[in-house]
């Protein structure tokens, strides 16, 4: 009914096929069983931020700025909702005004089965045109070719369809070799679609991490890549990098020449801090300072002394320097992966899914281990492997992102932080004081590692890892962390695969990452998630204005909230509002993210590379 892209037999072919499975599977994410998406408490009237201002006794400031967040983060959410196109002409006329061109074909029988399955949101489909972009100057026959030889490269599986049938191969190591989970759980959300699918291959990235990294040379001058896909298809190339380089040498190299990465191989100084999507709400610290999205567009190539603290930089897995139509379940900026569902999601599992009965394998509404709100802990939760980066090079364990989180939330020292909370408490005169952090950690931070991984890369050892993080030898559930009020997720060796299950719960997930997902564009901080930035060091002061202050906070500002049982001492007004936070989490999974909105990956799976809610017409909505 329509066709695409002016000249479209360059790359189309790909890439309608691709935008058809995605468009089925991106329809997933808007079905719903309710239309509301906000719990029905309202949001208290908020003034605009004012700083700290002077006090002769102690520092105050006249507003708290998350309060301000989380109306901006709500009207947002409910604007976007509110101007979907209603009908098929309308959203035929708003892609052709955003995108420039004519929807993909087969756009009016995936909004017909829009309508059918009442999806919300019809006209965010921004990632997956981004994700998309680079392939259009392709042509068709050399992309199918691409992707087809991508399946030859270590850790690419394919998920290949003939006649109809879609299969998941590994080609590289022989027909009877082992398909990674990956590709297991990108062919199961699209068999049901299957019948519907060109004669076609779609690789598969078997990691976690991002692979394809093309310097900007390659993409400023497209013939420089012929020479690169014979060397990477001759069998030289190995899946690590064995001394020959690493992922942030390889990263640079995408940065435009003129940027600081470029300029400099290294730098512990930040060239600039422009780029830092933070709210710089009150600059008195950045303890003060509150991200209002996590670091997903981050730019390291102008800040490269960030990467230091970033483990996929250091991945022992070789990068693809090549433009493959590879699909990941997430990429940081500046990779050119295709984004798709992660199988985590997908999947029903003792380990990622919440509600999930391993005994009478069925899926739940409601954990059988959930707490009640009442019943939950102020605790800072969180769990994990010390997983994070690879060794190449070594000796940068340390700086990884689960490592510091870590390490600040076991500190015992005496060094202080800044706390800002409301004195008397429920009220809105706000005033600061310094506490020391071996107290703020023993009363709100319950943070360790449960498993000791790669031991060997940590600078002296695993004596040192263990001397240096806190470890709980006893484990956890999934469940267990349904008996505390914050949950944080962040990253391991790539994205993190806990992150709907935790949505899922009646808690308030806090998320840390510099990953881009398929659900970028659908889902909004401050209402369904609180964003935390890459230092972490603002999650004290979120906890204080949700939870109030600690006991060692009182006493150093020699408040007489001391004196209060601790029952009044919380905020009331807080606790409601971390409350929603969890409630409006929890209803974005169950209408934005389910399982059978992903099977719907007949429509935005691929389409809306933006997954359980950023869906797009050629998304890749998994």
């Known amino acids: 009914m329509y066709e695409g892209l002016p000249g479209h037999k360059r790359g189309l072919f790909f890439v309608v096929a691709v935008c058809v499975i995605f468009m089925q599977a991106g329809l997933w994410a808007g079905r719903r069983e309710t239309r509301d998406n906000f719990p029905d408490n309202t949001l208290v009237k908020t003034s605009s931020l004012i700083p700290f201002v002077k006090s002769d006794a102690r520092p105050s400031i006249k507003d708290h700025p998350i309060p301000k967040l989380m109306v901006d983060a709500e009207r947002n959410f409910r604007e976007r909702l509110s101007r979907q196109s209603k009908t098929l002409p309308d959203a035929v006329a708003e892609y052709k005004r955003r995108y420039g061109r004519n929807p993909p074909r087969g756009f009016d029988r995936w909004w017909q089965f829009v309508k059918d399955n009442d999806v919300l949101m019809v006209d965010e489909y921004d ?304 005033i600061a004081t310094q506490v020391p952090i071996g107290s703020l950690n023993e009363e709100i931070m319950d943070i360790a590692f449960v498993k000791v991984v790669d031991s060997f890369n940590y600078p002296g050892g695993i004596g040192a890892l263990i001397r240096d993080h806190r470890f709980d030898d006893g484990g956890v559930n999934l469940g267990d962390h349904w008996k505390h009020k914050y949950l944080v997720d962040i990253d391991g060796m790539g994205y993190s695969g806990r992150f709907f299950s935790f949505l899922e719960s009646d808690s308030a997930v806090m998320k840390a990452t510099v990953y881009r997902e398929f659900f970028e564009g659908w889902i909004e901080p401050w209402l369904h998630y609180i964003p935390l930035s890459s230092s972490y060091q603002e999650i004290f002061n979120i906890h204080a204005f949700f939870s109030g202050a600690t006991p060692s906070t009182l006493k150093a500002a020699n408040s007489t909230a001391l004196g209060l049982s601790p029952a009044k001492r919380r905020p009331l007004d807080g606790d409601r509002r971390l409350r929603r936070i969890a409630r409006a989490g929890k209803q974005w999974k169950r209408t934005m993210g389910r399982r059978v909105d992903m099977e719907g990956k007949s429509l935005l799976f691929m389409s809306a590379t933006s997954s359980i809610l950023t869906f797009h017409s050629c998304s890749l909505y998994l």
């Not at 990956?182 to 679609?193: P, S």
């Not at 400023?220 to 690493?246: C, H, K, M, Q, V």
């Not at 029903?348 to 739940?364: A, C, H, I, S």
């Open 127 to 430: 990632a997956i045109v981004e994700d998309m972009t680079p392939f259009w100057d392709i042509d068709g026959r050399e992309l199918r070719e691409r992707a087809s030889a991508a399946g030859h490269l270590p850790s690419i599986d394919l998920v290949r369809v003939r006649d109809s049938n879609a299969t998941a191969v590994n080609i590289r190591d022989g027909p009877h070799a082992e398909v990674s989970a990956r590709a297991r759980g990108f062919l199961q959300m699209i068999e049901k679609f299957q019948d519907q699918l060109p004669d076609i291959d779609f690789p598969i990235n078997a990691m976690a991490e991002g692979r394809i990294l093309v310097p900007w040379e390659y993409r400023r001058y497209p013939n420089l890549t012929e020479a690169s896909i014979s060397n990477l298809l001759s069998g030289a190339f190995t899946p690590d990098w064995r001394g020959e380089g690493n992922v942030w040498e390889a990263y640079r190299r995408t940065c435009d020449p003129s940027t600081p990465a470029r300029r400099l191989f290294s730098s512990f100084r930040a060239s600039s801090t422009s780029q830092n999507r933070t709210s710089q709400l009150t600059a008195r610290n950045h303890e003060f300072v509150f991200a209002r999205y996590t670091n997903g567009n981050y730019s390291f190539c102008q800040n490269p002394w960030a990467h230091y603290n970033q483990g996929h930089f250091f991945s022992d897995w070789r990068t693809i320097p090549v433009l493959f139509p590879v699909f990941s379940p997430a990429k940081a900026s500046g990779f050119q992966d295709i984004r798709i569902p992660s199988h985590y999601y997908y999947a029903q599992t003792r380990r990622y899914t919440y509600g999930w009965d391993p005994v009478n394998l069925e899926l739940k509404p409601v954990d059988h281990m959930e707490t009640p709100w009442e019943q939950k802990t102020d605790m800072v939760f969180w769990r994990g492997a010390s997983t994070g980066g690879g060794s190449s090079p070594p000796g940068f364990a340390a700086q990884y992102q689960r490592h510091r989180f870590v390490r600040m939330a076991s500190d015992e020292s005496w060094t202080n932080r800044t706390i800002v909370f409301a004195d008397p408490p429920s009220s809105t005169n706000y």
